[in-house]
């Protein structure tokens, strides 16, 4: 995937928040596994929620409560960058770089994360269907 300066997922901003919200996932990324359906989080989806919670930071809807969350995940988000490094060589114009005309970054090597997010939903469409089975019972 060829990284691009987008105007998508700002700050703030009319669609900002909306656009933001699609990052989330069928059961806020948790899932059920195995015969007793033990409950885990996928760590993509606790990164998205990281990243989503210091936006709204940023954009000033801050509550003096939330600041052991953010400490929790910038710690997070930092194991998380140090335990699966991109290595991928960038341009390192950042300083002098017009973002209006040259728009495109380097190329990375993704994982499908679409097919995730069509597991989540699986996995959460699956758990709902066993829940609604178990009262009907």
């Excluded at 996932?25 to 989503?52: D, I, K, N, P, V």
């Excluded at 801050?62 to 995940?73: A, F, L, N, T």
């Excluded at 699966?84 to 002098?96: G, H, K």
Aim: charge should be neutral; charged fraction near 25%; include cysteine.
């Amino acid at each position: 995937m060829t990284m691009e300066e987008s105007s998508h997922y700002g700050i703030s901003g009319l669609d900002s928040r909306e656009e933001w919200a699609t990052t989330a996932t069928y059961g806020f990324g948790y899932l059920r596994l195995g015969q007793e359906q033990r409950r885990f989080a996928l760590s993509m989806w606790h990164q998205l929620h990281c990243l989503r919670l210091m936006r709204t930071a940023l954009d000033g809807d801050y509550d003096q409560g939330v600041r052991g969350h953010m400490q929790h995940c910038l710690t997070y988000l930092r194991q998380m960058i140090l335990c699966n490094p991109d290595l991928t060589l960038e341009p390192a114009d950042v300083l002098t770089r017009n973002y209006e005309i040259k728009r495109m970054g380097a190329t990375h090597v993704c994982k499908d994360w679409l097919k995730v997010y069509d597991a989540m939903g699986r996995n959460y469409n699956d758990t709902r269907l066993r829940v609604m089975q178990d009262k009907s019972q």
